[in-house]
């Protein structure tokens, strides 16, 4: 399973890559909901989640790497270098891990954390 979400992870973040947002739609559940990294970041259906991340990609011009972890049930997108330093005023030295939580082919939920030991634990890693 750890490999077929990090491959389901590549295909969605290729349509990103493409702008391709029905795509982007399709691999997520219709009630997915992506909690940043305050309470109040929050999105709660797919178009919002599909919008924020677009609006991500416009944002950060550069990003100086990216890394796939996968899990059993999860995979984790670690974006590090360039312009993720910092969200707002959250330092974020070792960037950003996004924890997808993938069921039934599908992105059920998405959790961000500011640091690799939280998002490791949250996958059960």
């Known amino acids: 399973m750890k490999r077929d979400n990090i491959e389901f992870l590549i295909g969605w973040l290729d349509a990103l890559r493409r702008d391709d947002r029905e795509a982007l739609r399709a691999g997520l559940d219709a009630n997915a909901v992506w909690q940043g990294l305050r309470d109040e970041w929050v999105c709660h259906n797919a178009g919002e989640i599909v919008e924020e991340f677009a609006a991500g990609?416009?944002?950060?011009?550069?990003?100086?790497?990216?890394?796939?972890?996968?899990?059993?049930?999860?995979?984790?997108?670690?974006?590090?270098?360039?312009?993720?330093?910092?969200?707002?005023?959250?330092?974020?030295?070792?960037?950003?891990?996004?924890?997808?939580a993938i069921e039934g082919g599908r992105i059920s939920r998405i959790d961000d954390f500011a640091d690799r030991r939280s998002a490791l634990v949250a996958a059960c890693l």
């Open 57 to 100: 990609r416009d944002r950060y011009q550069e990003i100086g790497a990216l890394e796939l972890i996968g899990a059993e049930r999860h995979a984790i997108l670690h974006a590090y270098g360039g312009d993720v330093q910092a969200v707002e005023d959250i330092p974020l030295p070792d960037g950003i891990y996004n924890l997808f």
